[in-house]
């Protein structure tokens, strides 16, 4: 992916230029004082490098600017605007940089829109939003129809940027701005961009009106591209809130208009949310195919956010069809694209299958680290929330936390308003786990009442099954449908050795005990404790104890202190294990294979150490650990 895509921060030459200054802006501001650099050069404060003179150190150079007085600053940098723009193609963002200090809003009106516009099409994002907001903050320069398309792409930055409060406001002052204008193609983009925005901070109903909207302004205008563009979106709209038939008939329709006018983002668009709606109909190839061809295309032909979706709606797909090995390609390469490209929202996403990932295969620490991150990390993620928050909340209520009630209730009621597959059943399902585990049978009433009906159809077999397995431990035992999964079949029909040995055998480890503990029997129901007390599940694992009582186990095994409580640098005891075999000198595969774990699984609880030590590489690691006596030889599984 090109460099271009990212804004690298600058390193000053003097002190009113941010960049190492070319030799050639050097002499037309210095003309025959050029030399007066020679002393600092001697002195070592600058350094002649081959494209011109540069600070030898950042410290140097911000001490230097920082004794300048204001006024003697701002001159310096109208010296340096009036240097650049006298080029022919003079370097707009060093250009805009200076504009932007010497408060000159004829440069700035002149240069920021189309330096935004290019910096958001090669992905240099957050230069983009830069540009924009410096633009906006001298209106008077521009006439109301430049204005409100400013107001628009500034909207579409915001939202790049996981901004979504922000590209609403934004977002409506551009369709407010239009409205008057008498140009309903440009009005009705304003509002087709304004629906996803809406969407994105979970206002669904707000952003069917808005697409809804455009379509009416743009039908009369003919087969346009913006009319493709509205299509387009309807037809995501209808996919994400599980209208799958009639999302079908608008994509398709909405594709053959976008391949009229060769708008291959838009075709692109229309084949990711195609893969949604055949998912959601049963059909799982169909579905991923499709969503891959979006992918593929959109990487193809540079379409970046495009691009950005399809990762996210593939990521969400193959989670749910239970392909974790593709997933983790999926998420590796789709965050290492949407943090290059700056799109955060579409990097939190996938984070949180990363993290959900982990949850299945029962590396909790990983995955309650992680999914920490992104809820504690962002005030407010928008419709992301009913992604980020349930699997924790989950987490928590494992472990007994009275902390995971609130959360869980109240993505549960956004997810009801937000109405997109995927956000009630994260929402729904962990809420009915809680309300097992909290002993409240009428919480998990609650979502059998409204999400079971939901769930009744081709498409959505593996969340309903795992509703009606969390259901069966609260309420009436419940009967396998067709086409449910297995292991989750195998349960629901009373066989838990089958289901127990069917999660075994898919890594499940957590769904695996459960299915243990209704053995009847003494040994696997030991055996279930073993697994929820390693897991950190103490709230599962206390009606279990209560099992091997009515056994008539003399002695149960009491619940272990949690390792972190103990262990001086706060590490897991999978941590600790890792560690030992990091300081021995092993590879991340070899620890992989010596602890039965994913290489991926090692990556992530070598990054928890380093970031436990504070070291900065796995040989301070290994050097801060047996400085503080903390390799004590633990029994390896």
């Known amino acids: 992916m090109s460099s271009a895509r990212t804004a690298a921060p600058r390193s000053s030459s003097c002190p009113w230029c941010p960049p190492t200054s070319a030799l050639r802006l050097a002499e037309e501001l210095l003309g025959d004082r050029l030399d007066a650099l020679a002393e600092a050069e001697r002195r070592g404060i600058v350094e002649v490098r081959p494209e011109g003179p540069a600070f030898r150190h950042e410290p140097a150079r911000r001490a230097i600017e920082g004794s300048l007085p204001a006024l003697r600053r701002r001159t310096l940098d109208r010296a340096v605007v009036r240097a650049l723009l006298a080029r022919r193609e003079p370097d707009?963002?060093?250009?805009?940089?200076?504009?932007?200090?010497?408060?000159?809003?004829?440069?700035?009106?002149?240069?920021?829109?189309?330096?935004?516009?290019?910096?958001?099409?090669?992905?240099?994002?957050?230069?983009?939003?830069?540009?924009?907001?410096?633009?906006l903050r001298h209106p008077d320069r521009f006439t109301a129809a430049d204005r409100a398309g400013l107001m628009d792409d500034y909207a579409w930055e915001l939202y790049n940027a996981h901004r979504f409060a922000s590209a609403v406001r934004a977002g409506q002052e551009a369709v407010r701005l239009y409205e008057p204008l008498e140009d309903p193609a440009a009005f009705g983009r304003a509002l087709v961009r304004l629906s996803r925005h809406h969407y994105m901070t979970g206002e669904t109903d707000a952003a069917e009106d808005a697409v809804s909207r455009a379509v009416r302004v743009l039908a009369p205008l003919g087969r346009t591209p913006a009319l493709a563009s509205a299509l387009t979106h309807q037809g995501a709209l209808l996919a994400l809130t599980g209208h799958s038939e009639r999302a079908v008939g608008v994509l398709d329709q909405a594709r053959r208009l976008a391949g009229e006018h060769g708008c291959s983002e838009l075709i692109s668009l229309c084949l990711n949310y195609l893969g949604v709606a055949r998912a959601d109909l049963g059909e799982p190839a169909s579905a991923l195919r499709c969503v891959r061809e979006s992918l593929a295309g959109a990487l193809h032909d540079g379409s970046h956010e495009s691009a950005a979706r399809a990762y996210t709606n593939l990521a969400e797909l193959l989670y749910r069809f239970d392909d974790l090995a593709d997933l983790d390609r999926c998420v590796d390469e789709g965050l290492a694209f949407t943090r290059e490209c700056g799109f955060w929202s579409h990097a939190y996403n996938l984070d949180v299958h990363r993290c959900l990932a982990l949850m299945r295969r029962g590396e909790t620490a990983c995955a309650e680290q992680g999914l920490r991150a992104l809820v504690e990390g962002v005030d407010d993620p928008g419709m992301l929330y009913v992604y980020s928050v349930p699997p924790y909340a989950r987490l928590l209520a494992?472990?007994?936390?009275?902390?995971?009630?609130?959360?869980?209730?109240?993505?549960?009621?956004?997810?009801?308003?937000?109405?997109?597959?995927?956000?009630?059943?994260?929402?729904?399902?962990?809420?009915?786990?809680?309300?097992?585990?909290?002993?409240?049978?009428?919480?998990?009433?609650?979502?059998?009442?409204?999400?079971?009906?939901?769930?009744?159809?081709?498409?959505?077999e593996s969340f309903r099954a795992e509703l009606l397995w969390h259901l069966a431990r609260s309420g009436p035992a419940a009967e396998p449908f067709e086409g449910c999964?297995?292991?989750?079949?195998?349960?629901?029909?009373?066989?838990?050795?089958?289901?127990?040995?069917?999660?075994?055998?898919?890594?499940?480890?957590?769904?695996?005990?459960?299915?243990?503990?209704?053995?009847?029997?003494?040994?696997?129901?030991?055996?279930?404790?073993?697994?929820?007390?390693?897991?950190?599940?103490?709230?599962?694992?206390?009606?279990?104890?209560?099992?091997?009582?009515?056994?008539?186990?003399?002695?149960?095994?009491?619940?272990?202190?949690?390792?972190?409580?103990?262990?001086?640098?706060?590490?897991?005891?999978?941590?600790?294990?890792?560690?030992?075999?990091?300081?021995?000198?092993?590879?991340?595969?070899?620890?992989?294979?010596?602890?039965?774990?994913?290489?991926?699984?090692?990556?992530?609880?070598?990054?928890?150490?380093?970031?436990?030590?504070?070291?900065?590489?796995?040989?301070?690691?290994?050097?801060?650990?047996?400085?503080?006596?903390?390799?004590?030889?633990?029994?390896?599984?």
């Open 92 to 135: 707009r963002d060093r250009l805009l940089h200076h504009a932007v200090r010497s408060d000159d809003a004829e440069t700035i009106a002149a240069h920021a829109p189309a330096a935004a516009r290019e910096a958001a099409r090669v992905g240099s994002h957050r230069q983009a939003l830069t540009h924009f907001e410096a633009a």
């Open 398 to 460: 494992r472990r007994g936390d009275a902390g995971a009630e609130k959360p869980l209730i109240q993505a549960w009621h956004r997810a009801l308003r937000q109405r997109s597959l995927p956000g009630l059943a994260y929402a729904g399902i962990a809420y009915a786990e809680w309300a097992w585990l909290a002993r409240r049978p009428e919480a998990a009433g609650v979502v059998r009442d409204v999400l079971l009906p939901c769930l009744d159809r081709p498409g959505r």
């Open 485 to 637: 999964p297995e292991p989750y079949a195998a349960s629901l029909r009373g066989d838990w050795r089958t289901a127990a040995q069917g999660f075994a055998a898919a890594g499940a480890p957590y769904e695996q005990a459960l299915e243990l503990a209704e053995s009847g029997e003494l040994d696997p129901t030991l055996t279930a404790l073993g697994i929820l007390d390693g897991l950190g599940a103490s709230a599962a694992a206390d009606p279990v104890r209560a099992r091997l009582r009515a056994l008539g186990l003399r002695r149960v095994p009491c619940g272990p202190v949690p390792a972190t409580r103990t262990h001086p640098a706060g590490l897991t005891t999978r941590q600790s294990h890792v560690l030992e075999l990091l300081a021995e000198g092993r590879s991340n595969a070899e620890i992989a294979r010596h602890l039965v774990l994913s290489v991926r699984t090692v990556e992530h609880h070598v990054a928890a150490i380093l970031d436990k030590l504070g070291a900065t590489s796995r040989r301070e690691a290994a050097e801060t650990a047996r400085a503080a006596g903390l390799l004590v030889p633990h029994p390896r599984t």
